[in-house]
Nanobody, 116 residues
Framework: QVQLVESGGGLVQAGGSLRLSCAASGSIFRINAMGWYRQAPGKQRELVADITRSGSTVYADSVKGRFTISRDNAKNTVYLQMNSLKPEDTAVYYC??????????WGQGTQVVVSS
């Protein structure tokens, strides 16, 4: 069993910044991929950013140049630094991890609201 605890969401004005964190604990031997997805009201959940254990990253086109994903393997923690936030970034952000078992675990979600 793996538990994910997210933090860092909140309300921010357009142009502002937020940093999300997600710490994984439990029956973890090794985590391969870690990432963030988001879901806005009335929309499907979408990938925001993903990072492999070796540090290779993938970003959604809509956040390239504004968001940065990073991880601390020793702490089983993944971060998402979000800069130059826009109202369209408003969504519930979900942390996700994939251990060596290949099963994808999800966090409970953290709300991000960007006001114009």
């Amino acid at each position: 069993q793996v538990q994910l605890v997210e933090s860092g969401g909140g309300l921010v004005q357009a142009g502002g910044s937020l940093r999300l964190s997600c710490a994984a604990s439990g029956s973890i031997f090794r985590i391969n991929a870690m990432g963030w997805y988001r879901q806005a009201p009335g929309k499907q959940r979408e990938l925001v950013a993903d990072i492999t254990r070796s540090g290779s990253t993938v970003y959604a086109d809509s956040v390239k140049g504004r968001f940065t994903i990073s991880r601390d393997n020793a702490k089983n923690t993944v971060y998402l630094q979000m800069n130059s936030l826009k109202p369209e970034d408003t969504a519930v952000y979900y942390c996700t991890v994939v251990p060596t078992t290949g099963y994808r675990y999800w966090g409970q979600g953290t709300q991000v609201v960007v006001s114009s």
